[in-house]
């Protein structure tokens, strides 16, 4: 499964957007939830007059049996104190469906870089412990930047690193979770 975290600048959502156009991906279905603001909206893929008229809500499922690829995206903000429901219907659907990974894609406040973030690429990654063991290696080998924990309380106790994603949304929930 992959997934946009709905996070500042919507990057995720954007990216998702392209994983879909390119690969020109069937929806097949729509994740109801009553944790998303509602909205609909025109197929935003459309690409003749005959599917332009078909609509587009705030989570939809995407399809491609030949990559063995299915795609959540998620058009609209998250209701007020939804965020753990969400987390909570989301992996229950995931463990039904028997996707054998997430991979969400998020951002985050780009002034809250640190020292170490600002060299180099602004990108980083986050892996769960069994996937850590699976490929970590080819993480390594790729030269990817796992994301940093950062100080709990700076300057008071710099030994205790938590992880910190100002501005991603469900994403440190998400991996928690």
Known sequence: LLQPAVSVGNVGQLAIDLVISTLDMTKVGYFYTDCLVPMVGNNPYATAEENSVELSINAEVYSLPSKKLVVLQIRSPFIKNKYRPFCQTLLSWVKSSKC???????????????????????????????????????????????????????????TEKVLHIPGGGITKLLFTE
């Open 100 to 158: 054998a990974r997430v991979i969400l894609l998020s951002s985050s406040h780009a002034y809250q870089r640190d020292d170490e973030q600002l060299l180099g690429t602004p990108l980083r990654y986050l892996l769960t412990p069994d996937l850590e063991k699976a490929v970590a290696g080819l993480m390594q080998e790729l030269s990817w930047k796992e994301m940093e924990k950062v100080a709990a309380y700076p300057g008071i106790n710099d």
